[in-house]
């Protein structure tokens, strides 16, 4: 059933638009009982809204960190509809914030975008953010995010030149800012001319504006904190799960192993002097 409300569940459950945290983590790394405990944490953390990546074995955006968190996931045997059906498992846990299903166009495409549309709003899922399809080409994903109330994230990159304009005005949830070309992963430094560029996509939208790709230092979250209204962080995050996955894993260990990472996440996003 579609939803008559004009107000989506994502818009429900943001509480702020400012100073955002939004964290990415792979579904099923290292195991899916793991990632619904993961994601709760992150939401003691801070967490305004999660992204839950969908693994995939072309995964064009993704740098080497989350293809090798995307392998193992595989192999405990997640999919497109095994990560949906994670959501559930969060909500019944405690998570509020709004999750974003990240995934690429061709398993979309192979699940049948009604169907994929109507299982995320069944299963408490608030947005679907896909990096391979174009803005030009999301006509019919964002009729059926309309009709469905799911929120279609879109993204910006410091090359969109002219369709900045025309991607910001018509973003939905929030607008995600690729700090720089090339795939995800930690960089040293941020670019430079990140400010301009920052600066003239929130001039045209009027959702939250949140940069990511690299972003892994508090220092980057503060500087960035100045300019945009949130960051995205996936690759660190990954990682610092990538280095306790064993821990995790165990029951006699994973309690341990969750608050030394909840430690380590409010550390990155710490805004304290």
Same mark, same amino acid.
């Given at each position: 059933?579609?939803?008559?409300?004009?107000e989506t569940?994502?818009q429900?459950?943001?509480?702020?638009?400012?100073?955002l945290?939004i964290?990415?983590i792979?579904?099923?790394?290292?195991?899916?009982?793991?990632t619904?405990?993961?994601?709760?944490?992150?939401?003691?953390?801070g967490?305004? /809204?999660?992204e839950l990546?969908?693994?995939?074995s072309d995964?064009l955006?993704d740098?080497?960190?989350?293809?090798?968190?995307?392998a193992?996931?595989i192999?405990?045997g997640?999919?497109l509809t095994?990560?949906?059906?994670l /959501?559930?498992?969060?909500?019944?846990?405690?998570?509020?914030?709004?999750?974003?299903?990240?995934?690429?166009?061709?398993?979309?495409?192979?699940?049948?975008?009604e169907?994929?549309?109507?299982?995320l709003?069944?299963?408490g899922a608030?947005?679907?953010?896909?990096?391979?399809?174009?803005?030009?080409?999301?006509?019919?994903?964002?009729?059926?995010?309309?009709?469905?109330g799911?929120?279609?994230?879109?993204?910006?990159a410091?090359?969109s030149?002219?369709?900045?304009?025309?991607i910001?005005?018509?973003?939905?949830g929030?607008?995600?800012? /690729?700090?720089s070309?090339?795939?995800t992963?930690?960089?040293?430094?941020?670019?430079?001319?990140?400010?301009?560029?920052?600066?003239?996509?929130?001039?045209?939208?009027s959702v939250?504006?949140?940069?990511?790709?690299?972003v892994s230092?508090?220092?980057?979250?503060?500087l960035?904190?100045?300019?945009?209204?949130?960051?995205i962080?996936?690759s660190?995050?990954?990682?610092?799960?990538?280095?306790?996955?064993?821990?995790?894993?165990?029951?006699?260990?994973?309690?341990e192993?969750?608050?030394a990472?909840q430690?380590?996440?409010?550390a990155?996003?710490s805004?304290?002097?």
């Open positions: 059933m579609t939803k008559t409300s004009t569940t994502f429900q459950r943001l509480k702020k638009t400012e100073n945290f964290p990415f792979m579904g099923g790394d290292p195991h899916p009982d793991v619904v405990e993961l994601a709760y944490r992150l939401q003691q953390s967490a305004d /809204v999660l990546g969908v693994p995939y995964p955006a740098g080497p960190t989350i293809q090798e968190a995307a193992r996931a192999e405990q997640m999919n095994s990560a949906i059906r /959501v559930p498992k969060m909500r019944e846990r405690g998570l509020e914030i709004p999750v974003v299903i990240f995934t690429y166009y061709n398993p979309v495409m192979q699940y049948g975008l169907r994929l549309f109507k299982e709003g069944e299963n608030d947005a679907l953010l896909i990096p391979d399809i174009p803005y030009e080409e999301s006509e019919e994903l964002r009729k059926l995010s309309n009709e469905y799911i929120e279609l994230i879109s993204l910006v410091p090359n030149e002219d369709r900045v304009m025309r910001a005005e018509q973003a939905r929030f607008l995600y800012c /690729v700090s070309l090339g795939v992963g930690e960089r040293a430094t941020i670019q430079p001319n990140i400010e301009d560029f920052l600066n003239r996509v929130k001039s045209y939208s939250p504006v949140a940069v990511g790709f690299g230092t508090n220092d980057q979250v503060r960035l904190n100045q300019y945009c209204d949130g960051v962080i996936g660190k995050i990954v990682k610092l799960i990538e280095a306790r996955a064993d821990a995790l894993v165990q029951e006699d260990t994973r309690e192993a969750l608050q990472f430690q380590e996440i409010e990155l996003i805004t304290d002097e």
